[in-house]
Structures are given as C-alpha cells and as structure tokens.
C-alpha cells in the first residue's frame, strides 16, 4: 500500500509568485490535514478536510494561502502571493478515521525568496 | 509557552547507552503521539497511546495522564537511532483530532 505522498519534493520560488503544494493521501483515507513547520518552530496545524470538507481551519495563517481537495482524493495547498515567511516544511498527513493514528508524508520543502 | 514541551532540545549518546525523552503537556488529551524524523527523512509514527506503556522492539513509550506527562524511552541505542523526535498531543476539546506539536529532541548517537 502506497503511503502519503507529496509534491513538489522542494520548491524555491521568489517573493511574489505562486505556488501549489500537492498531497496525495492514503486511498481511502477520509481525513487530510495540512501542517507546517517554519525554521526553528515546532510543527503547526493549518487545516483539516474530511472528504472534500474543510472541517477545520482555523491554523490557516491568512488569505493567501488556499486548500482544496476536490473530490475527496488529492489536496492542493496553493500559496499566492508567497512571502518570505512562508518558507518552511509543508507536511501532508492523512488517516482513516477520527482517533486513528496520522500518517505522513515526507513533506514539502519551500524557500521563499 | 507551547502547550507541549520537550526535554532535552538536543541528545548526544553513545551507542548501546539507555536514552529517555521527555513530554510534558498543559491540556487535556486524548492521545499522545511519539512520532520520529530522520534527517532529510519524512515523519513516521512510532507510538499513539492514551494510558500506561507501549513497547516496539527497543523503543517503549510511558504516559502518566494525571502528570500530563510521557516518555519515550529507547534501550541499547544504535546510530541509527538518531534522529528527531517528536511528541504530539490530541486535545480533548479538539473535535477534529488535528495534532499540537512539541519541539522536537534531536537525537544524536555515536559509535
């Protein structure tokens, strides 16, 4: 069984741009959050889907950043415009049911200019 | 302050030693997660438990609910054993089961 998988594996971009983070869950895993973890900082949560739902989020640091996850499967967490602290490790996790351990994947590195 | 602390920040270790990181919480929760980074490595679960010990070859995680505390504790360490180490909390008014993350405790084992 595959695991959680994410792309783009590192992404340098300038100040300014757009970028779009992708997570692929484990199939059949209902529940997918978004976390990040900026330089020196413990891992933060951002938000939360169950299915195509946005059930929380509330770690969403402002507007600019976007996630969606049409149809259930896949998850994109789109940055636009990117600003310098928004570099850090984007971490994708995914679980089956509410209580069940998250498993992750190995997480998105983005250096923002 | 973080409502996950863990101590120490940073381990060094020579191999086969018996090595114990610490988790200390503020909240209540349902579940603790141990959770392990490799360098240049993706995280992985180790342990999620909510009361008393969990044992998985070396490595044996301990929660205390009254203390709001854990340990993750790893016998007879290896090189290999280094990497970071994270305890994670559920809160218990967290309908959403998102994870509060500690610190980390960068483990380091030498030859």
């Known amino acids: ?113 | 302050k973080n409502e996950v602390e863990q101590s120490p920040q940073n381990l060094t270790a020579q191999e086969g030693e018996f090595i114990t990181i610490n988790c200390s919480y503020s909240v209540g929760i349902s579940a603790l997660h141990w959770l392990q980074q490799h360098p240049g490595g993706g995280i992985v679960s180790l342990f999620m438990l909510s009361s008393g010990k969990k044992k998985h070859g070396r490595l044996i995680a301990t929660i205390n609910i009254q203390e709001k505390h854990s340990s993750l504790h790893i016998t007879a360490s290896h090189p290999r054993d280094s990497a970071v180490y994270i305890c994670a909390v559920r809160m218990n008014n967290n309908a959403g089961n998102m994870l509060t993350f500690g610190g980390g405790t960068r483990l380091m084992v030498k030859p």
Not at chain 1, 28 to 45: Q, S
Not at chain 1, 47 to 74: I, W
Request: hydrophobic share 30%; with cysteine.
């Open chain 1, 1 to 113: 069984e595959a695991g959680v998988t994410q792309f783009p594996s590192h992404s340098v971009i300038e100040k300014g741009q757009t970028v779009t983070l992708r997570c692929d869950p484990i199939s059949g895993h209902d529940n997918l959050y978004w976390y990040r973890r900026v330089m020196g900082k413990e891992i933060k949560f951002l938000l939360h889907f169950v299915k195509e739902s946005k059930q929380d989020e509330s770690g969403m640091p402002n507007n600019r950043f976007l996630a969606e996850r049409t149809g259930g499967t896949y998850s994109t967490l789109k940055v636009q415009p990117a600003e310098l602290e928004d570099s850090g490790v984007y971490f994708c996790a995914s679980s089956s049911w509410l209580g069940e351990t998250q498993y992750f994947g190995p997480g998105t590195r983005l250096l923002v200019l």
